[in-house]
C-alpha cells in the first residue's frame, strides 16, 4: 500500500512525514523544501504477530508495510506546471490513495503560502488543481477515440466518447472523479484513465499542541474539515503533526504514558494506518511457525488461492486446500496441534474467502 502525503506548503506534511516514518525529510519554514518525493516504509503495528511469534518461538516476525511517500508542496497553477506542480502530479498518480495534509492551527511564526489560514480554501486549491489535470487527461482520451467514436458506427467508441463528455462536465463543475457514479460496465473506462481525484483520500487535520486533548468539534477549524468531508464522504483524522514527532522519539514506555497523559488510546501512525486499511479495503491474514511469523495484506473478499499466490505463484496455481484457524483459538489452544486437537482447525476450499487474523497453512502441488 503507497499512501501519498500531500497538502499546501507549510501545513505541517513534512513534519507528520518526518513522524511516522523517521526519514527526517527536511521541514522548513518555506515552500518546496521537499524537491524530491521522500519515501519511508513503516511497519504496520500488529500485537497479533508478537503473541504468536511468542508462541512459536519464531526466528523472524515479519509485519505488514504501508510506503508513505511524501511529496513536494502543490500551489495554485499546478495543473500548468506553477511550482512543481508536474512533478508533484506524476507522483501522486504512482500512489494507491491520499493522505491531504490540511492546517488547522495558527502560528504567526509559520507562515502560510495564502496569508491566512482557511482548511477548507487549502483543500479546493489542490483539489481544483487534480481536477484540472484529469480534465486533461479526459481530454486526450477524447481526442485518441474521436474520429472512431463519430457517426456511432463503432458502438463502444461511441459510448465511450459519450461517457468521457459526461464525466468532463461532472469534473468542470469542480466535483472529484470519486463521487462520479458510473456503472459496472463503465467502471473499468474510468479506471484507465487513472485519474487523480478518482483515488480515495484521507483528510489530515493538523492541529496545535495546544488544542491536544479536546473535543474534535470543540475546535472550530476542525469542524470546517469535517463538514467539508462529510458531503463527499471522505474521512478525516484529527492529528498533531508536531506531537506525533515527539512521540516518534520516545520509547515505547515513555509513549504509552505520554499518551495516557493525553486521554490517547494509540497514536496517530496506528489511526492513520487503520484508516487507510479501511478506506482501500485491506485486511491481514497470518502465517506463523517456528522460522518466521508473518502478516500479508490482501483485498477484503480475497479467496483462498489468490491469497496463496500473495506467498509465491506457486502455491496459487497447486492450491489444494488452505487450513484454517483463528488467531485467538490458535493462541488459547497453545498451536496448531493442540487447535487440531480440539477441532479448531478447518479444512477449506477455492472458494473460501480469507478473514482478517485469519492463520493459514497452505496445501499445494506443483
Known amino acids: 500500500m503507497k499512501l501519498g502525503v500531500v497538502g499546501l506548503p507549510n501545513v505541517g506534511k513534512s513534519t507528520l512525514f518526518n513522524a511516522i516514518t523517521h526519514a527526517g525529510a527536511e521541514a522548513a519554514n518555506y515552500p518546496f523544501c521537499t524537491i524530491e518525493p521522500n519515501v519511508g516504509v513503516v511497519a504496520v503495528p500488529d500485537e497479533r504477530l508478537d503473541k504468536l511469534a511468542a508462541l512459536y518461538s519464531s526466528k523472524k516476525v515479519t509485519p505488514a508495510v504501508v510506503e508513505f511517500v511524501d511529496i513536494a508542496g502543490l500551489v495554485k497553477g499546478a495543473s500548468k506546471g506553477e511550482g ?16 491531504h495534509v490540511v492546517r488547522c492551527f495558527e502560528n504567526e511564526n509559520i507562515t502560510h503560502v495564502n496569508n491566512k489560514i482557511d482548511p477548507v480554501a487549502d483543500i479546493q486549491t489542490i483539489t481544483l488543481e487534480l481536477i484540472l489535470a484529469d480534465i486533461e487527461a479526459v481530454n486526450k482520451r477524447q481526442d485518441r477515440i474521436r474520429s472512431t467514436a463519430r457517426g456511432g458506427a463503432n458502438k463502444e467508441a461511441a459510448a465511450e466518447f459519450a461517457l468521457l463528455e459526461r464525466l468532463e462536465k461532472f469534473l468542470t463543475e469542480e466535483k472529484p472523479a470519486r463521487l462520479f457514479t458510473c456503472s459496472d460496465d463503465e467502471k473499468p473506462i474510468i479506471d484507465n484513465l487513472f485519474l487523480l481525484t478518482a483515488k ?22 476542525v469542524c470546517t474539515v469535517k463538514d467539508y468531508a462529510a458531503k463527499e464522504g471522505s474521512e478525516v483524522l484529527v492529528i498533531c503533526a508536531k506531537t506525533e514527532e515527539e512521540l516518534s522519539l520516545m520509547s515505547d514506555e515513555d509513549m504509552s504514558v505520554f499518551l495516557e497523559e493525553l486521554g490517547l488510546e494509540e497514536s496517530g501512525l496506528n489511526r492513520l494506518i487503520k484508516k ?22 490482501i483485498v477484503k473478499g480475497t479467496k483462498a488461492p489468490q491469497a496463496a499466490g500473495k506467498i509465491h505463484t506457486d502455491f496459487e496455481r497447486g492450491f489444494i486446500r488452505a487450513e484454517i484457524c483463528d488467531w485467538q483459538t490458535l493462541l488459547e489452544c497453545g498451536g496448531l496441534v493442540g487447535a487440531r486437537e480440539k477441532g479448531k482447525v478447518r479444512s477449506e476450499g477455492k472458494d473460501y474467502v480469507i478473514k482478517d487474523g485469519d492463520v493459514v497453512l497452505f496445501r499445494f502441488n506443483v
Open 276 to 297: 487507510s486499511y479501511a478506506l482501500l479495503g485491506l485486511i491481514s491474514y497470518l502465517t506463523a511457525g517456528e522460522k518466521e511469523t508473518r502478516a500479508w495484506t
Open 200 to 221: 480515495p483520500i484521507i483528510y489530515a487535520a493538523n492541529i496545535s499542541e495546544f488544542d491536544m486533548g479536546k473535543d474534535e468539534n470543540d475546535i472550530p477549524l
Open 84 to 99: 512543481l506542480g508536474n512533478k508533484f502530479l506524476s507522483h501522486v498518480r504512482e500512489c494507491d490513495a491520499i493522505v
